[in-house]
């Protein structure tokens, strides 16, 4: 994408091909132990198509798309399940690429007031903590503005999931 804007929840550019509008949209979906994100676009000049899907960085524009789409959950654990846990938490944030500091907020955070991302990282942060043996794990559509969170959550542990780049371009699990 050269220069897409965001309108709603649909991505605005210029085709490359002809020059025309485009608009696409943006999704995820939980592909094993990965997220793989989507972007599909469609000329309203020569109907050409373009449709990508990958995993790995996602772009702040793009998120912000995906987030207008799908919206975003705050993944919760209650202090007791997680008990005696806390170490094989902080090992699976640190393999994630967190800091010893990033990993205790992490913890931190999914034991207080939860952790927030689009619904695939969440899926997939539950599904790693199930692995652990954390159970009782809850989602709750998050009361978060999309404006701040299109650049990557705030809440460590960086929206929970990954794509190993810098945490502004989304999750760090993945």
Known sequence: MSEAILVGDELIDHCARCGAR???????????????????????????????????????????????????????????????????????????????AEAAAAHAALIGEGVVGTPAEMQLLANRLAVLGVAGTRTVRAAVNPNTAAAGPRTAPRSCLDHGCHPNHGPRFG
């Open 22 to 100: 485009t608009v696409g949209l943006v999704d995820e979906a939980l592909v094993g132990d990965r997220i793989v994100w989507s972007v599909s676009l469609r000329c309203d000049g020569c109907d050409n198509v373009i449709e990508a899907d990958y995993s790995g960085r996602i772009y702040p524009i793009e998120r912000a798309a995906l987030i207008a789409r799908a919206g975003l959950v705050r993944l919760c654990v209650a202090p007791e399940a997680a008990q005696g846990l806390r170490l094989p938490l902080l090992t699976l944030f640190r393999r994630q690429g967190m800091t010893y």
